[in-house]
């Protein structure tokens, strides 16, 4: 699975859109960009995953660019509720294992 | 809420206990799988089970048996642990493995003392 960079932190005004960048340029035609939150004390979440082309649903939006090397999560009016550490993933559609990195800790201030 | 359900939520043990993690899902998927997380660091990918049956054993340790009993139940159990083996265990499930999404529950936090 490719590799992601991601910044290990940001933060947002309360009410903003929050956009979290990936770096993920040795992905590969077959892999798919997922991402997943976590807050504090639970475990992670699914928000959402695509291949090529933008997705939306009621937790956010992903936008790839054409040539697939980044993504972008966009959550679109922050909450505080939405202070996590957030994961994109890139994998396989067949692959067993979720490697997590590191993650980008999102702070969202009042 | 979560559909993952994990118990217990907080562990104590001593290195020469015996204890086990339970994990049960009613959302009829057929895979199931374990993750370890050390404090501020990402989830680590320790078991995945296909239908009842052990799929991927990412060098675990013997320490840790995975059981997975029926396609509803995942146990972890835990035998002569040490101290490093503190974290929080996250169990997750999935339609079939490798399928997405990942389903989890908010783990077990284990501390050895």
């Not at chain 1, 993920?24 to 475990?43: A, D, F, P």
């Not at chain 2, 139940?73 to 490798?98: F, I, M, R, T, V």
Request: charged share 20%; glycine share 4%.
């Amino acid at each position: 699975d490719a590799k992601t960079t991601q910044p290990p932190s940001m933060d947002c005004a309360e009410g903003r859109a929050a956009n979290l960048p990936c770096n993920h340029s040795t992905i590969s035609g077959n892999e798919y960009v997922y991402w997943y939150r976590q807050i504090h004390s639970q475990g992670p979440q699914y928000i959402i995953h695509g291949l090529k082309n933008n997705e939306t649903n009621e937790m956010a939006s992903l936008i790839i660019t054409e040539d697939r090397k980044s993504s972008t999560l966009i959550l679109p009016h922050a909450t505080l509720r939405d202070t996590a550490v957030y994961y994109c993933i890139v994998r396989v559609a067949i692959s067993q294992n979720f490697v997590f990195g590191p993650g980008t800790r999102l702070s969202v201030l009042p | 809420d979560t559909e993952v359900t994990q118990t217990p939520k907080h562990l104590v043990m001593g290195m020469t206990n015996k204890k086990s993690l339970k994990c049960e899902q009613h959302m009829g998927h057929r895979a199931m799988y374990w993750y370890k997380q050390k404090a501020k660091k990402p989830p680590e990918l320790m078991f995945v089970y296909s239908y009842e049956k052990l799929s991927i054993n990412e060098s675990v340790p013997s320490r840790f048996s995975p059981e997975c009993p029926n396609s509803s139940l995942l146990n972890l159990h835990l035998h002569a642990l040490q101290p490093e083996d503190s974290a929080l265990y996250l169990c997750a499930s999935s339609q079939e493995a490798g399928e997405a999404p990942l389903h989890f529950g908010n783990g077990t936090r284990l501390t050895v003392t």
